[in-house]
T-cell receptor
Framework: ETGVTQSPTHLIKTRGQQVTLRCSSQSGHNTVSWYQQALGQGPQFIFQYYREEENGRGNFPPRFSGLQFPNYSSELNVNALELDDSALYLC????????????FGPGTRLTVL | KQEVTQIPAALSVPEGENLVLNCSFTDSAIYNLQWFRQDPGKGLTSLLLIQSSQREQTSGRLNASLDKSSGRSTLYIAASQPGDSATYLCASTGTASKLTFGTGTRLQVTL
């Protein structure tokens, strides 16, 4: 059974650019959630996708958008990057939304210069 | 709005000690409470999940308890080892299926 994977591992962008982060969910999981973790802080919920539909969103601006594909992999897109977007971006998958344990990937470290 | 607090923020103990990490949350209407471990610059490893109907869960040297009425959870680590050094995060699941995290307790176990 393959765990949650994310790509790329590290990424450096400049302010104003756009970025796409990718996540492959664990086998059998149809729910993917994205979190942003700033240095020294706990992760903050960005949004969740369940069966290709957005299923909840945190307090993030519209320039943070996502997709989930039929194979339940997911993308996080961030437009018009700002310096404060520098963080570790974590993806988590679960068998179903709600009660189930969430399993996290290794994260993508994004640095915005 | 759910708020999760973890105390202490940092902890250093000698190898072999038993220790308790604390987590409190403001909204008791949670579905479950999950404890995670995070090594520096890495993702999160799930340690224990306690459903709202449960009082505790155990895995090896780890025991987590949940008291919804008081808005508290504790993670007990028995016979600590240097390999336990990491940041420990608790998170509650409420409506919208999102996890709300505390800021973590950074644990260092010394030889």
């Amino acid at each position: 059974e393959t765990g949650v994977t994310q790509s790329p591992t590290h990424l450096i962008k400049t302010r104003g650019q756009q970025v796409t982060l990718r996540c492959s969910s664990q086998s059998g999981h149809n729910t993917v959630s994205w979190y942003q973790q700033a240095l020294g802080q706990g992760p903050q919920f960005i949004f969740q996708y369940y069966r290709e539909e957005e299923n909840g969103r945190g307090n993030f601006p519209p320039r943070f958008s996502g997709l989930q594909f039929p194979n339940y992999s997911s993308e996080l897109n961030v437009n018009a990057l700002e310096l404060d977007d520098s963080a570790l971006y974590l993806c988590a998958s679960s068998p179903d939304p709600g009660l189930d344990e969430q399993f996290f990937g290794p994260g993508t470290r994004l640095t915005v210069l | 709005k759910q708020e999760v607090t973890q105390i202490p923020a940092a902890l250093s103990v000698p190898e072999g000690e038993n220790l308790v990490l604390n987590c409190s949350f403001t909204d008791s209407a949670i579905y479950n409470l999950q404890w995670f471990r995070q090594d520096p610059g890495k993702g999160l490893t799930s340690l224990l999940l306690i459903q709202s109907s449960q009082r505790e869960q155990t895995s090896g040297r780890l025991n987590a308890s949940l008291d919804k009425s008081s808005g508290r959870s504790t993670l007990y680590i028995a016979a600590s080892q240097p390999g336990d050094s990491a940041t420990y995060l608790c998170a509650s699941t409420g409506t919208a299926s999102k996890l709300t995290f505390g800021t973590g307790t950074r644990l260092q176990v010394t030889l």
